[in-house]
């Protein structure tokens, strides 16, 4: 399921969603997202599993993503853990390119 509040510019996606975020290199999946669009932030619940670059990665039960920021907040299941691989270049890259609107989209 997937919807949008145009009131509140809320975007939801439940069950199994995919997220793309080709500006940030950022693909994701979790059970539920959503998209805060005044607040500029993305909420990911249940089973989240975030690939940024290709290579850095977070696995945890809830990830809040700042976009403005361009940080991720991530919390485990109670008991539980987060898991983060992040790979750091020799080299620093550029991305100063502007941010564009993520895509949710829900795979059946």
Do not use: C, H, W
């Amino acid at each position: 399921m997937q919807e949008y509040n145009s009131n509140t510019e809320i975007a939801t996606g439940r069950g199994n969603v995919q997220l793309s975020y080709p500006s940030r290199q950022i693909k994701a999946t979790a059970a539920q997202a959503q998209f805060f669009n005044r607040e500029r932030r993305i909420i990911l619940s249940g089973g989240v599993y975030i690939l940024q670059d290709g290579k850095n990665s977070i696995r945890g039960e809830t990830v809040t993503y700042l976009v403005d920021e361009g940080r991720f907040v991530a919390s485990p299941k109670s008991g539980g853990r987060v898991e983060s691989i992040y790979i750091v270049d020799d080299v620093p890259t550029q991305s100063n390119q502007a941010p564009s609107t993520p895509n949710l989209r829900r795979n059946n």
